[in-house]
């Protein structure tokens, strides 16, 4: 059976991230979200993968190539404008002979796939819908069930008032070749507002399987920091390069600190943490559990991090705050500046000294903020889509 997956969007609600980068190559406790996913399914012997690419495919293309060196075959399907989520599947069809799983490029997840896949076929079913209990089932698509477990609703992101049903949509879904029939060609075609409405009018066999474990789909910050934090939990012994420089630092717990690291006087380190290639963290410096410092980053001294992401080549000044946020790469942040919970960074920014930048704040990429300053809300660049 092959496994395809939808990596073509643009990302839009974690701008600006994905302004410099596609959404399934975000990092991801220290790899690409896209990776997780491709081993994912590798793990569940499904190593025959397609990949639907459109918005800066050569990022994945490059990093995976055939798929060889990570155990898996890798064919792209590249659509010339973004087709929709079924849209994608069908132009993906010519690579599609037999049953074949679909799974977003943005969601992360340790469900039961092999039930799914018996699930599926114990049915029979045309198509089937691995759903979850979610406590907030208004943001996702949802469906009610029979006594077979038949979907006999389905509704996509109701109002509050309008669930019927706490089972959200995973976004992962197995399909019999012939549903691939019940899509137009080259057309803007959706899973959860077209063909699962269409195949309930005729009576079509789509059937609902429960899943029970982690879920995430990392498309808003906080389900980001969120599946990081999972991943990052599942580590539990420490593993630091021989090549590392550490002098006189508290290093305690599950730490992954790789080659060409320097971490220097009184620094302190607790996991789980990782800290990648070329990184430098200076004197009295706090790094906090379930952080991420992607490669040849510096952190400057008597600064502290606290489980936030920061991308690569990126410079932390002295005395600053860095707390449940993301930095992108190649960002320059003054001394004595504090980034809150929840803030983006985009790309190549220039933050001076003594900033304040408020919780969920967004700052496009390659903007200039002047010491001093507070910071709240969105502050934009205008960006081609």
Not at 168 to 173: F, K, Q
Not at 284 to 309: C, F, H, Q, R, Y
Not at 312 to 320: D, Q, V
Request: glycine fraction near 8%.
């Amino acid at each position: 059976m092959k496994a395809l997956i939808l990596a073509g969007g643009y990302g839009t609600r974690l701008r600006p991230l994905t302004y410099t980068c596609p959404k399934p190559m975000l990092p991801l406790a220290g790899r690409p979200v896209l990776h997780h996913i491709t081993e994912f399914l590798s793990n569940n012997r499904l190593k025959d993968i397609i990949i639907t690419t459109n918005y800066l495919r050569e990022r994945i293309e490059v990093y995976f190539g055939d798929g060889s060196k990570f155990g898996v075959k890798i064919v792209y399907s590249q659509e010339d404008e973004p087709l929709g989520t079924a849209g994608a599947v069908k132009n993906a069809e010519k690579y599609l002979d037999d049953d074949f799983v679909v799974i977003q490029g943005d969601n992360i997840t340790d469900m039961d796939l092999g039930h799914v896949l018996k699930f599926h076929k114990e049915k029979g079913a045309l198509a089937t819908i691995a759903l979850i209990a979610v406590e907030n089932p208004w943001e996702y698509g949802i469906a009610e069930l029979n006594y077979e477990n038949r979907v006999i609703r389905f509704l996509e992101k109701p109002r509050p008032a309008e669930c019927f049903s706490r089972l959200a949509n995973t976004g992962l879904y197995i399909f019999e070749q012939r549903a691939l029939d019940y899509i137009p060609d080259k057309h803007v075609y959706d899973f959860s507002k077209e063909l699962f409405p269409k195949l309930l009018q005729l009576k079509e066999r789509l059937y609902g399987c429960k899943v029970e474990g982690f879920w995430a789909d990392i498309g808003q910050p906080t389900s980001y920091l969120a599946a990081n934090d999972w991943i990052m939990s599942k580590i539990n012994q420490p593993k630091i390069s021989e090549n590392a420089k550490i002098k006189d630092a508290i290093i305690k717990g599950p730490v992954i600190i790789e080659e060409n690291v320097v971490i220097e006087n009184n620094a302190k380190v607790i996991g789980p943490t990782i800290i990648k290639e070329g990184s430098i963290i200076h004197p009295n410096t706090v790094i906090m559990p379930k952080t991420v410092i992607e490669p040849d980053v510096e952190v400057g001294s008597g600064s502290k991090v606290i489980n936030a992401l920061i991308y690569e080549n990126t410079n932390i000044g002295s005395a600053s705050t860095i707390k449940n946020c993301i930095v992108g790469e190649l960002c320059k942040v003054g001394s004595s500046t504090k980034i809150g919970s929840g803030a983006i960074i985009g790309a190549n920014c220039r933050i001076g000294d003594n900033v304040r930048i408020q919780p969920n704040t967004r700052i496009w990429p390659d903007i200039e903020i002047d010491s001093n300053c507070i910071i709240k809300g969105f502050l934009r660049r205008y960006m081609a889509s």
